[in-house]
């Protein structure tokens, strides 16, 4: 599942991973989001098939 970086300019984001609190490969996959709502409805989407998975 891609990271999400919700109001993080790209710059911000990049300096994360230069200081390696974050990784390069993360740099690859991040979901953009408007509002907070918008990412707790993207995390909700993504971790549903993996609680499921878990649960059987």
Do not use: C, N, V
Not at 1 to 22: F, V
Not at 28 to 39: L, W
């Amino acid at each position: 599942m891609p990271p999400i970086k919700a109001y993080r300019p790209l710059r911000q984001i990049e300096a994360i991973a230069h200081w390696g609190t974050s990784s390069e490969e993360d740099l690859k996959f991040p979901h953009r989001t408007d509002t907070p709502e918008a990412a707790f409805s993207y995390l909700q989407q993504q971790l549903a098939p993996i609680a499921a998975a878990k649960q059987q």
